[in-house]
T-cell receptor, first 111, second 114 residues
Framework: KQEVTQIPAALSVPEGENLVLNCSFT??????LQWFRQDPGKGLTSLLL?????REQTSGRLNASLDKSSGRSTLYIAASQPGDSATYLC??????????FGSGTRLLVRP | EAQVTQNPRYLITVTGKKLTVTCSQN?????MSWYRQDPGLGLRQIYY???????DKGDVPEGYKVSRKEKRNFPLILESPSPNQTSLYFC?????????????FGPGTRLLVL
């Protein structure tokens, strides 16, 4: 059974820092891995999707990488801003087309 | 505008009173799914559907039913709700082209079962 884990559970950084969020999965047979952002009490916003055949995707200050062989994905946020404060979730679409979520990393960027 | 809509957004009900939460998407997506989000447990998939008349159980299907009679709609049915189904529910959709693309989420339905 696919399990997705995110470390750390919470992170507090000063504005301007570059930071890395980690996501690991137990079964490398995935179709894709997706990163989401969730603001308190709100829905999920897709940030980046990496297909199983890809190694990374970039959007603005965000860069996500995927290493299927090690079962890991990272989300890199450059020059963090207070507006980046949110919970970040990763999710793997497994071989049965089930979408399995990690428990999230709660990020606080201090001004 | 491409979107996933859910109704109602908020619902308070009593134990045993059947309810339906609707989900609709306007992007002609094959894949639709339902999730519940609970503090400390994260997002868990309830049911998913890969096309019309095709549904499969996710990780927590007990107490829920779904149907996919039309491509755009994927209602979630709680035939006899219980307090442990109090949760925040999300519907999502995506195309399956290329093995699966971006999941689009609805705004959520907050359910309280008394």
């Amino acid at each position: 059974k696919q399990e997705v884990t995110q470390i750390p559970a919470a992170l507090s950084v000063p504005e301007g820092e570059n930071l890395v969020l980690n996501c690991s999965f137990t079964d490398s047979a995935i179709y894709n891995l997706q990163w989401f952002r969730q603001d308190p009490g709100k829905g999920l916003t897709s940030l980046l999707l990496i297909q199983s055949s890809q190694r990374e995707q970039t959007s603005g200050r965000l860069n996500a990488s995927l290493d299927k062989s090690s079962g890991r994905s990272t989300l890199y946020i450059a020059a963090s801003q207070p507006g980046d404060s949110a919970t970040y979730l990763c999710a793997a679409l497994d071989s049965s087309y089930k979408l399995i979520f990690g428990s999230g990393t709660r990020l606080l960027v201090r001004p | 505008e491409a979107q996933v809509t859910q109704n109602p957004r908020y619902l308070i009900t009593v134990t045993g009173k059947k309810l339906t939460v609707t989900c609709s998407q306007n992007m002609n997506h094959e894949y639709m799914s339902w999730y519940r989000q609970d503090p400390g447990l994260g997002l868990r998939q309830i049911y998913y559907s890969m096309n019309v008349e095709v549904t499969d159980k996710g990780d927590v299907p007990e107490g829920y039913k779904v149907s996919r009679k039309e491509k755009r709609n994927f209602p979630l049915i709680l035939e006899s709700p219980s307090p442990n189904q109090t949760s925040l529910y999300f519907c999502a959709s995506s195309t399956l082209a290329g093995g699966g693309e971006t999941q689009y989420f609805g705004p959520g339905t907050r359910l309280l079962v008394l």
